[in-house]
């Protein structure tokens, strides 16, 4: 069935390592999302895409980058850069109408 | 700034009992509002949206309803039951014209008692 996967669904890290959280869409949506998530906060976003081969900034992308080669993949890594790795993300697609469907995200601890 | 903010972190209801959770918006220029549903460690599950040339908007057993004089949008569940239990998030997309790129406020956690 069509859907969003994200692996893993929980990923250890030692601190000073980049690490990269998958994200998989069937759904044939030309735009993708990478979202943040804290305890007890709502969602804020690191990085979009609209189309292939092209990204945008989002609200909090310092310490992060993507790449979008293919229409069906939206990676994101995770530098040593990012001060606060430690949290729940969340990767989204969406269609034309706009509808945001988020996979089952990846929660990454960094020690 | 712009914000979305949920008047209360945590809303305990009666099973069978209808449920309203509210949330405030700071962007008058949002046309676009949306409501997730989260269970513990998964994604958030779109619910149902509105946009800002609605006032009210009806699906199954939920109901949003939007006033743009206060900048209040709030979400009714009706007959409200355990599986209904998880966080709630109001959404919307600001000024960006995007609907993907939302701002979500910080969450209502609905609890349901038997």
């Known amino acids: 069935d069509g859907g969003i996967t994200q692996s893993p669904k929980y990923l250890f890290r030692k601190e000073g390592q980049n690490v990269t959280l998958s994200c998989e869409q069937n759904?044939?949506?030309?735009?993708m999302y990478w979202y943040r998530q804290d305890p007890g906060q709502g969602l804020r976003l690191i990085y979009y895409?609209?189309?292939?081969?092209?990204?945008q900034k989002g609200d909090i992308a310092e310490g992060y980058s993507v790449s979008r080669e293919k229409k069906e993949s939206f990676p994101l890594t995770v530098t040593s850069a990012q001060k606060n790795p430690t949290a729940f993300y969340l990767c989204?697609?969406?269609?034309?109408?706009?509808?945001?469907?988020f996979g089952n995200g990846t929660r990454l601890t960094v020690t | 700034g712009e914000s979305v903010g949920l008047h209360l972190p945590t809303l305990s209801v009666q099973e069978g009992d209808n449920s309203i959770i509210n949330c405030a918006y700071s962007n008058s220029a949002s046309d676009y509002f949306i409501w997730y549903k989260q269970e513990s460690g998964k994604g958030p599950q779109f619910i149902i949206d509105?946009?800002?040339?609605?006032d009210k908007r009806q699906g199954q057993r939920v109901t949003v309803l939007l006033n743009k004089t206060v900048k209040h949008l709030s979400l009714q569940i009706a007959a409200t039951q355990p599986g209904d239990s998880a966080v709630y998030f109001c959404a919307d997309q600001g000024n960006s014209g995007n609907t993907g790129k939302l701002i979500f406020g910080q969450g209502t956690t609905l609890q349901v008692k038997p």
């Open positions: 759904l044939n949506h030309d735009a």
């Open positions: 989204a697609s969406s269609n034309r109408e706009g509808t945001l469907h």
């Open positions: 895409s609209q189309i292939v081969n092209d990204f």
């Open positions: 509105i946009r800002s040339n609605m």
